[in-house]
């Protein structure tokens, strides 16, 4: 159940469902799922679902991460990318296989410890971990030529923007009247422009440190 030919399974699976950059198919292919789970819950890693890291909250299904990372590659090279929510780090490690380098701050100090040794294991050495209120992202590193927040929250964070340089992509959870979408957020010359898309679920973003 965590062998390359499950792997491949669920890319021909994302295939079907939508996924076109095969950058990214490719490299859901290649990135073992199941290292970034509970060991429990290991058969389960390539299923199309969510699944729970404790603390309250999940790993993503594959699809949402493909499509988050399709939406922010936009089939371009990417240089810097933050991410906000590096929960196990199976996102993180996605992003660094298309990125220069990666940027990912957890509020939850225990997730990031283990986010820590599961990318030690993917073989990932061109992320940067930060344990902080993701709300503030990391200026002194910006900006940045996209960000994914991996969490829901009622608006794109005014800080966030600012880190993203003119041309960027924001890809992230809005909660609104209740239910929740995908949401693309471009930067610019002459402002924001903002696009719903798909129907998602995602815990809330959150403030402070855990």
């Known amino acids: 159940m965590t062998s390359a030919r499950t792997r491949m399974r669920m890319v021909e699976r994302l295939r079907a469902q939508?996924?076109?950059?095969?950058?990214?198919?490719?490299?859901?292919?290649e990135m073992p799922r199941h290292i970034f789970v509970d060991e429990a819950l290991a058969s389960r890693a390539y299923e199309?679902?969510?699944?729970?890291?404790?603390?309250?909250?999940?790993?993503?299904?594959?699809?949402?991460?493909?499509?988050?990372?399709?939406?922010?590659?936009n089939g371009r090279p990417l240089g810097k990318v933050l991410e906000i929510g590096t929960g196990?780090?199976?996102?993180?490690?996605?992003?660094?296989?298309?990125?220069?380098?990666?940027?990912?701050?957890?509020r939850l100090a225990a997730l990031i410890r283990k986010a820590r040794r599961n990318l030690r294991e993917a073989g990932v050495t061109n992320v940067h971990l930060r344990h902080g209120d993701g709300h503030a992202g990391m200026?002194?590193?910006?900006p940045f030529d996209a960000v994914i927040l991996t969490a829901a929250a009622p608006r794109a964070p005014e800080a966030l923007l600012e880190q993203l340089d003119v041309g960027g992509r924001m890809v992230l959870p809005i909660a609104?009247?209740?239910?929740?979408?995908?949401?693309?957020?471009?930067?610019?010359a002459g402002g924001v422009v903002e696009r719903r898309m798909d129907p998602v679920v995602f815990v809330p973003l959150l403030p402070g440190v855990g």
């Not at 490690?93 to 701050?105: G, N, T």
């Not at 200026?139 to 910006?142: G, H, L, R």
């Open 139 to 142: 200026p002194e590193v910006a």
């Open 18 to 29: 939508g996924i076109r950059d095969e950058k990214v198919l490719a490299v859901m292919a």
């Open 48 to 73: 199309d679902i969510a699944l729970p890291l404790g603390f309250g909250q999940t790993i993503s299904s594959p699809h949402t991460v493909a499509r988050m990372t399709e939406l922010a590659r």
């Open 176 to 188: 609104r009247n209740g239910a929740q979408h995908l949401f693309l957020v471009e930067r610019t």
């Open 88 to 106: 196990c780090g199976y996102q993180t490690a996605v992003l660094s296989r298309i990125a220069r380098q990666v940027y990912s701050m957890e």
